[in-house]
């Protein structure tokens, strides 16, 4: 079947801020001349003291490191905040929608954010917080944690942001690591309606930690919480007092900006270390440049901040470049599931950014809750956190979008800091599923198991060939783990661990973690080529494909598949799938289980967890790991209680 092309829209192509000649001769640039790509795109930012050397960078061994801009100063919450004061304080800086939309939404202005900041971050002085210090946060989805956030980058301090879904345990793995000794909390979150009791939490993760000696809670529910004296103080009250003056810190570039931890395939998380000047540099450039933004734009990436999508394009790149940015405290389906476009025509906003996850489950509530909402004010969306299938892609552009809104399609990771590779939408011709081409000195190879690259077309493992500032700079506390897990497996590169195909016009399509590659009798197998077949069935909502030991071809193939709200799921439908899946891809791809699945284990976030869906098709429930970071931990018991045992082969 012929892939789909949407070529640049006319309009796009006359008003973008980079067109298709451009991108290519700065492109071109970036990789040919790469000292002096950097030294103009990092004039964008406010420098306290100018940088002479760009990049010092190497992935070899023998003299691995990575640094950028290295005898530069600076300060990212004043490249946030003070530098826009003069022009457009008055200016909204963060538009907040609670939970619930019967209660009010909240505007603050560049100058309040200003003065927000200034106090909590002599609050956290008063507490004896110093630069280099580390400062958990663990918040639901409310602009105190981007005035926390803004407030420990104004004072050299580190945060740490632990998504306010993880467990006690989970929270107190983080703070221990980090050997943090301040934690900001709330008495609640509030997250579709649901409570989540965050203080509570805190109080019960400290009793599995040693350090810390304060607690700052915002009152934002109004829930009554305990309060252990001497360590916990109350946010409002005690900012009250404070100045509403702090100078901004005098940061060098590689100063740590943040740790933000993730899941290694194995063991306990990586704290992924950020430092200040390269990222900041990446972050604007990538928000400017990707969503062709410009000041007093209305722009909504629907990312909560304890990922890295809420730090880079909720906070930091948009408050760079002076955007006018939409947080979000709720989910896409409460109380409603129109309640994403409710929100858009609210505030009139012309660029939207959110997961796949979401929009197959807003998909699979049929197209009235979308057509029920006007949208007129959207010009551009978004995509981020996972291939997303082009079935979903035609939803979102057609559906949504009304066709006119060009889809951006991002691929990056946390340890990338941005962008990577995507579309720019008015240089690029889109196809439904691939992340297209990539950015401004991205250097991606493909390359085969034994490390031979893959000229032109073709399937192989993604890795980066040099470096760019947004990258990490190491697991904090676990160098050597840091080199183990990025430049060991190819030499000389950085392994995104992630599978690509690359097509005959050069465009890149990520086919999946290769962990998640199933090998079926000797071919290898992509899952996300799997679950996009059955996801484009028409009575498919979501499907996760994991392996699973099969006696004769090595490994089988294992689908969990959730229906339509309104389907009722039988042994028809299971052979139906079976037939179109090798209809699809072909007799290889051909499901040797299906398990149909009402929900699948995610993270609040909406991450599904593999682990889980591997150690379920492996028949193996011994080890399943941490489920209370899960959104619903009920489904797995429903997933192991209802597997079904493979069909004979």
């Given at each position: 079947?012929?892939?789909?092309?949407?070529?640049?829209?006319?309009?796009?192509?006359?008003?973008?801020?980079?067109?298709?000649?451009?991108?290519?001769?700065?492109?071109?640039?970036?990789?040919?001349?790469?000292?002096?790509?950097?030294?103009?795109?990092?004039?964008?930012?406010?420098?306290?003291?100018?940088?002479?050397?760009?990049?010092?960078t190497s992935f070899n061994e023998a003299d691995f490191g990575i640094?950028?801009?290295?005898?530069?100063?600076?300060?990212?919450?004043?490249?946030?905040?003070?530098?826009?004061?003069?022009?457009?304080?008055?200016?909204?800086?963060?538009?907040?929608?609670?939970?619930?939309?019967?209660?009010?939404?909240?505007?603050?202005?560049?100058?309040?954010?200003?003065?927000?900041?200034?106090?909590?971050?002599?609050?956290?002085?008063?507490?004896?917080?110093?630069?280099?210090?580390?400062?958990?946060?663990?918040?639901?989805?409310?602009?105190?944690?981007?005035?926390?956030?803004?407030?420990?980058?104004?004072?050299?301090?580190?945060?740490?942001?632990?998504?306010?879904?993880?467990?006690?345990?989970?929270?107190?793995?983080?703070?221990?690591?980090?050997?943090?000794?301040?934690?900001?909390?709330?008495?609640?979150?509030?997250?579709?309606?649901?409570?989540?009791?965050?203080?509570?939490?805190?109080?019960?993760?400290?009793?599995?930690?040693?350090?810390?000696?304060?607690?700052?809670?915002?009152?934002?529910?109004?829930?009554?919480?305990?309060?252990?004296?001497?360590?916990?103080?109350?946010?409002?009250?005690?900012?009250?007092?404070?100045?509403?003056?702090?100078?901004?810190?005098?940061?060098?570039?590689?100063?740590?900006?943040?740790?933000?931890?993730?899941?290694?395939?194995?063991?306990?998380?990586?704290?992924?270390?950020?430092?200040?000047?390269?990222?900041?540099?990446?972050?604007?450039?990538?928000?400017?440049?990707?969503?062709?933004?410009?000041?007093?734009?209305?722009?909504?990436?629907?990312?909560?901040?304890?990922?890295?999508?809420?730090?880079?394009?909720?906070?930091?790149?948009?408050?760079?470049?002076?955007?006018?940015?939409?947080?979000?405290?709720?989910?896409?389906?409460?109380?409603?599931?129109?309640?994403?476009?409710?929100?858009?025509?609210?505030?009139?906003?012309?660029?939207?950014?959110?997961?796949?996850?979401?929009?197959?489950?807003?998909?699979?509530?049929?197209?009235?809750?979308?057509?029920?909402?006007?949208?007129?004010?959207?010009?551009?969306?978004?995509?981020?956190?996972?291939?997303?299938?082009?079935?979903?892609?035609?939803?979102?552009?057609?559906?949504?979008?009304?066709?006119?809104?060009?889809?951006?399609?991002?691929?990056?990771?946390?340890?990338?800091g941005g962008v990577m590779i995507s579309p720019l939408p008015g240089?690029?011709?889109?196809?439904?599923?691939?992340?297209?081409?990539?950015?401004?000195?991205?250097?991606?190879?493909?390359?085969?198991?034994?490390?031979?690259?893959?000229?032109?077309?073709?399937?192989?493992?993604?890795?980066?060939?040099?470096?760019?500032?947004?990258?990490?700079?190491?697991?904090?506390?676990?160098?050597?783990?840091?080199?183990?897990?990025?430049?060991?497996?190819?030499?000389?590169?950085?392994?995104?661990?992630?599978?690509?195909?690359?097509?005959?016009?050069?465009?890149?399509?990520?086919?999946?973690?290769?962990?998640?590659?199933?090998?079926?009798?000797?071919?290898?197998?992509?899952?996300?080529?799997?679950?996009?077949?059955?996801?484009?069935?028409?009575?498919?909502?979501?499907?996760?494909?994991?392996?699973?030991?099969?006696?004769?071809?090595?490994?089988?193939?294992?689908?969990?598949?959730?229906?339509?709200?309104?389907?009722?799921?039988?042994?028809?439908?299971?052979?139906?799938?079976?037939?179109?899946?090798?209809?699809?891809?072909?007799?290889?791809?051909?499901?040797?289980?299906?398990?149909?699945?009402?929900?699948?284990?995610?993270?609040?976030?909406?991450?599904i967890m593999r682990r889980i869906l591997r150690k379920i098709g492996?028949?193996?429930?011994?080890?399943?790991?941490?489920?209370?970071?899960?959104?619903?931990?009920?489904?797995?018991?429903?997933?192991?209680?209802?597997?079904?045992?493979?069909?004979?082969?």
């Amino acid at each position: 079947m012929a892939e789909a092309v949407y070529p640049v829209p006319g309009d796009w192509a006359e008003t973008a801020l980079i067109d298709e000649a451009r991108y290519q001769a700065m492109y071109q640039r970036s990789v040919d001349d790469p000292e002096g790509f950097w030294r103009e795109e990092a004039q964008r930012i406010d420098w306290i003291k100018p940088f002479t050397g760009v990049k010092q960078t190497s992935f070899n061994e023998a003299d691995f490191g990575i640094s950028w801009f290295s005898d530069g100063t600076l300060n990212l919450s004043a490249n946030c905040l003070d530098r826009h004061l003069a022009e457009r304080g008055d200016e909204i800086a963060i538009l907040w929608e609670p939970d619930d939309p019967k209660n009010p939404e909240r505007r603050i202005t560049y100058r309040e954010l200003h003065e927000a900041v200034c106090k909590f971050a002599n609050l956290l002085k008063s507490r004896g917080v110093k630069k280099g210090e580390r400062v958990t946060i663990y918040l639901p989805m409310v602009p105190e944690a981007a005035v926390a956030m803004l407030a420990c980058a104004r004072i050299g301090a580190i945060h740490s942001i632990v998504f306010a879904g993880f467990s006690p345990d989970a929270l107190a793995g983080r703070i221990t690591d980090c050997d943090s000794n301040v934690v900001l909390t709330a008495d609640e979150g509030l997250r579709g309606g649901k409570k989540v009791p965050l203080k509570a939490n805190v109080d019960e993760a400290l009793t599995h930690c040693q350090g810390v000696d304060t607690v700052i809670v915002l009152e934002h529910t109004g829930a009554g919480v305990a309060m252990t004296e001497g360590r916990d103080i109350d946010w409002a009250s005690s900012v009250a007092d404070m100045s509403a003056e702090c100078e901004p810190e005098e940061m060098a570039a590689e100063d740590p900006l943040f740790i933000l931890y993730t899941s290694g395939s194995t063991g306990k998380p990586k704290g992924v270390l950020h430092t200040t000047g390269g990222y900041s540099v990446w972050a604007s450039m990538t928000h400017e440049y990707v969503f062709d933004y410009r000041p007093g734009q209305i722009y909504w990436c629907a990312a909560d901040v304890g990922w890295v999508t809420g730090h880079s394009y909720v906070v930091y790149g948009p408050l760079m470049n002076g955007a006018t940015t939409v947080m979000f405290e709720g989910v896409p389906n409460f109380p409603d599931p129109s309640r994403f476009w409710q929100v858009v025509d609210k505030f009139d906003v012309e660029i939207f950014y959110g997961a796949p996850t979401a929009l197959r489950a807003l998909m699979r509530e049929g197209d009235e809750w979308v057509k029920k909402t006007s949208r007129k004010s959207l010009r551009l969306l978004g995509s981020v956190g996972e291939p997303i299938n082009p079935e979903a892609w035609e939803w979102y552009h057609k559906v949504v979008g009304e066709g006119r809104c060009p889809i951006v399609d991002t691929w990056w990771q946390t340890e990338t800091g941005g962008v990577m590779i995507s579309p720019l939408p008015g240089a690029i011709a889109l196809k439904p599923g691939s992340a297209t081409k990539p950015m401004f000195g991205v250097k991606p190879k493909l390359l085969d198991g034994d490390g031979k690259e893959i000229e032109g077309a073709g399937d192989g493992c993604l890795v980066i060939t040099d470096s760019w500032p947004g990258q990490m700079r190491t697991v904090w506390g676990d160098h050597d783990r840091f080199f183990q897990t990025y430049f060991s497996t190819f030499k000389g590169y950085y392994f995104t661990g992630d599978g690509c195909r690359r097509d005959e016009d050069g465009y890149y399509w990520i086919t999946g973690r290769i962990d998640d590659v199933i090998n079926v009798s000797g071919h290898r197998m992509g899952t996300a080529e799997i679950e996009s077949a059955l996801v484009a069935h028409h009575k498919v909502a979501e499907a996760a494909v994991v392996g699973m030991p099969h006696e004769i071809k090595g490994q089988g193939i294992y689908a969990f598949v959730t229906c339509n709200s309104e389907i009722e799921p039988d042994e028809a439908l299971r052979k139906e799938l079976v037939q179109w899946v090798r209809h699809e891809i072909g007799p290889i791809a051909t499901p040797d289980v299906i398990q149909f699945a009402p929900g699948l284990p995610k993270t609040r976030s909406g991450k599904i967890m593999r682990r889980i869906l591997r150690k379920i098709g492996e028949n193996d429930f011994s080890n399943l790991g941490d489920t209370s970071t899960l959104a619903d931990p009920s489904v797995v018991d429903n997933l192991i209680a209802n597997r079904p045992q493979p069909a004979d082969a």
